[in-house]
Each structure stands twice: as structure tokens, then as C-alpha cells.
């Protein structure tokens, strides 16, 4: 490690010297089965485009929320952070434009389990208000949203914020192969670690958007960043599978195969490209005939399933089949 190399690099301290010394006496092997230094994620605000960067190619919106509770329905945002990345054609962060924060005073209370969670208290919030209007425009200024969880992100969004209904969704957790890119499990904070770094905050939106940043432009061992490998799943063909004639003896196979009963009583999954023909042939050897199959992309994929309707399919169910 070089002292003040770049933005991304920390001062190298007394104590960090004697690791390093004694790491350079080893074996560059032993030292990576021995040792591990994590450094801490570069501040939005110093960012700076890698040597190696193209020109802009797109501009994305990473959201992070926090709120009461998990129900879209019922719990309410009580933080939103925002921060606009420019990426450039093969997923490189070149720019952050802008890092914006706001809070809201919730109708209820905040339960103390989630001020535990969030560190956001009554206080904290008292008296603050969004302005959907405003943070609507914001984001029109996105060619994309992206979240580290964006079934959650989006759905409180949408609640306040009906625009980005109509905005492509990319969604840091479940449109990178993790575990392909030599990654364990799928925790955000986890994941940062495992890719040599460390945020001392946590939770609080906008020092979890820093974080993802800086996940996002994460270098895997095959040459592409983070952003690159999550824009490639977002637009990958993927489709709802309804199990729109589903008979009541069998909801339960279906349910442990993944399948989630939707707002409008319809079971339904996500699939994607590599598992697409062993569903449908997993759901006829079970139901005898195909599901109700409808393509998403990544403006529908991570939708509310209250905000779409089932597909309305008519068919003869026969008799030992019920």
C-alpha cells in the first residue's frame, strides 16, 4: 500500500507499517491465506474517474430509504438518499454528479426497533417533509434507478413517488451472480468486505448509498466492475411465471419452489434465462400443462405486484387435476 496514492488509499499508520513489514517478508501466498487489510470507502465527494475511464455512456440513480417498517402499504420513507453516477460503456463510475439527502416526520411514531436499526429517532425527523415533485424531477435526470435491494427500495418509492413506476430498475443484489464472481453470500456490507473495504456508518441512507457506490466499482477478478455485471443482469430477459390455474392441493409445491402468492391472489416467480426451461417443465410435470408466461424487463421486474394485473387465463381443469 502507498501512502496517499490515490483518493481510495488511507494514511498508512504506525501500526499498519509493522503489518505491512511483516507482510513483506512473507510469501505473497502466505500473506493472502494470513492477512487481510480492508480500507475505508472513498467519500462521495472526492471521487474520481479511473485512468483507465471511457467517455459518459449513462447516468444512474443509486437510492437507498429507510423506513418504519416493511410494509409499502403501511410504513412509511422516513430518509431517502440519492447519489447520480455517470458510468462509462463498460460499467466504469467516472463521475458523481450530485449526493442528496432528505427526511421525513412520519404520521407514527417510529418504533424503537427501528430507531435501533436506522439510528433515526422522533427528533431526528420532527417537523421535515419530502417534496415528491422535487425528488421526481431529480430523478428524471437517471436513465436508470438502482438499488441494493430493489424490491424493497422501489416499492416505498413508488408509494411517494409514482414517476419512477416508468424508470428502468437495476437491483445491485439479485441482478449479480455474487457467488460467480467469487463472492459469499449477499449482505451489502458483507459483500464490501469481501471486496477489501469498510464503511464505519452503517444504515443511514446516505452513508449506505457511499457504500454502494463504491461496491459498484469494485474491479471482479474477471476485469468488469460491479456496475458492469449488475447492468448486464438488468437488462437480461427474465419472466413472470403465473400460476394463474393453479389447483388448491398443489400451492404448497409451488411455494416451495419460490412461487409467492400477489396482491391479487395469483402465485407468481421471477424467472430468469438460465432456469426458464427447467420451470416450465418443473410446472407441467406438476400441473400438466404450462404456466402464464409474461416477459419483464427491467422496468416491470421489481414492480409492486398490486401495481399489475394477472393474466386472465380460461382453461379446462381436468377433474383428478383439482
Known amino acids: 500500500m502507498k501512502e496517499k496514492a490515490s483518493p481510495r488509499h488511507l494514511r498508512v499508520t504506525a501500526t499498519e507499517e509493522n503489518i505491512m513489514t511483516s507482510i513483506s517478508t512473507c510469501r505473497p501466498s502466505q500473506a493472502d491465506e494470513d492477512v487481510r487489510i480492508l480500507r475505508r470507502i472513498t467519500p462521495l465527494s472526492e471521487w474520481q474517474a479511473p485512468a483507465v475511464a471511457g467517455r459518459p455512456h449513462t447516468k444512474i440513480a443509486v437510492i437507498d430509504t429507510e423506513t418504519t417498517g416493511l410494509d409499502p402499504q403501511y410504513d412509511e420513507l422516513i430518509e431517502i438518499a440519492i ?31 427501528i430507531s435501533r436499526l436506522t439510528g433515526i429517532t422522533d427528533e431526528m425527523v420532527k417537523g421535515k417533509r419530502f417534496v415528491p415533485q422535487q425528488i421526481a424531477d431529480h430523478l428524471a435526470k437517471a436513465d436508470a434507478c ?9 416499492r416505498h418509492l413508488e408509494e411517494l413517488v409514482p414517476e419512477v413506476g416508468a424508470m428502468p430498475w437495476i437491483c445491485a443484489m439479485e441482478d449479480v451472480d455474487w457467488r460467480a464472481l467469487g463472492f459469499d453470500g ?10 477489501g473495504m469498510f464503511n464505519p456508518t452503517a444504515h443511514r441512507a446516505g452513508d449506505d448509498v457511499a457504500s454502494l457506490v463504491n461496491l459498484l466499482a469494485h474491479v ?6 460491479v456496475m458492469a455485471h449488475a447492468l448486464e443482469g438488468a437488462k437480461a430477459p427474465s419472466w413472470r411465471f403465473e400460476a394463474s390455474d393453479l389447483p388448491h392441493r398443489l400451492q404448497k ?22 432456469k426458464h426451461d427447467a420451470e416450465i417443465a418443473w410446472y407441467h410435470e406438476l400441473v400438466g400443462r404450462d404456466p402464464t408466461i409474461v416477459p419483464v424487463d427491467w422496468i416491470e421486474r421489481y414492480r409492486a405486484d398490486w401495481t399489475w394485473e394477472p393474466v386472465n387465463r380460461k382453461v379446462e381443469v381436468a377433474h383428478w387435476r383439482r
Open 83 to 113: 447519489a447520480m453516477i455517470v458510468i462509462d460503456d463498460q460499467g466504469r463510475i467516472i463521475a458523481v454528479h450530485s449526493s442528496r439527502s432528505g427526511m421525513q416526520q412520519p404520521c407514527r411514531p417510529i418504533e424503537p426497533e
Open 146 to 154: 438502482l438499488a441494493f435491494h430493489a424490491n424493497f427500495d422501489r
Open 186 to 195: 449477499r449482505a451489502q456490507g458483507y459483500l464490501l468486505t469481501q471486496a
Open 220 to 225: 471482479c477478478e474477471d476485469g468488469r466492475t
Open 253 to 274: 409445491d409451488a411455494y416451495r419452489r419460490g412461487y409467492r402468492r400477489s396482491y391479487h391472489g395469483v402465485f407468481h416467480k421471477l424467472v430468469r434465462e438460465a
